[in-house]
């Protein structure tokens, strides 16, 4: 679980593969490999999902970490382990869910909002804290950092290019990253996969802080 940890926190994006056609999804893990996004969540509400996290896995493994996200209950976290994946992350705090992923040596990343709940998440074994809907912006998790600065937070569900480093200068160790990277509900062609290439590779380059101008770029 050390080296997934590790993993995570090092190259920080977590792209959210959400409503994808079983046979896209593998493709579009690989453009967001090319584009330098390391971390793959596969959502469990996704058609045929723990066969998507095991074909990943299995073509993808020694280059991306993936993980299963919407993960509601321990019975569904420990399949999607048997199937591959190397992160659980849940909307909301289930204290069964952690425990159990933990057990399986699985990285816990429960969702949580209030100050409350993101405590008690980290208490309970959480290793990394989804802030969940994160569309408070910035300022809500520099304002949860101030008491709380022990805990790691990956802000998800409103981070996009135009914010990722903000939230970043305030702190978050992590993006979750769903629509405005990853759009399902377009055509899986090969000029959208090269964009999303290029889309991944600019997100990335917003992570480390590489601009052009004093303006990121949006050349893609």
Known sequence: ?????????????????????????????????????????????????????????????????????????????????????????????????????KRYGAVSIPGAFSPTEILTAFENGGDIIKVFPARLGASYIKDIRGPLPHIPLLPTGGVSLDNIQEFEEAGAVGFGIGSSLVDTNREITHAYLQELTQKAKAYVAAVNGITKGGKLHENY
Not at 88 to 95: A, D, E, F, K, Q
Request: overall charge negative; charged content about 20%; hydrophobic content about 45%.
């Open 1 to 101: 679980m050390t080296d997934s940890l590790s993993h995570l926190l090092e190259h920080k994006i977590v792209a959210i593969i959400r409503g994808a056609k079983p046979q896209d999804v593998v493709k579009i893990a690989s453009a967001l490999n090319d584009g330098g996004v390391k971390n793959i969540e596969i959502t469990l509400n996704s058609p045929d999902a723990l066969s998507a996290i095991k074909e990943v896995s299995t073509e993808l493994g020694d280059q991306v970490l993936v993980g299963a996200g919407t993960v509601l209950d321990p019975e569904t976290a420990r399949s999607a382990i048997l199937a591959g994946a190397k992160f659980i992350l849940s909307p909301t705090v289930n204290t069964e869910t952690i425990k159990l992923t």
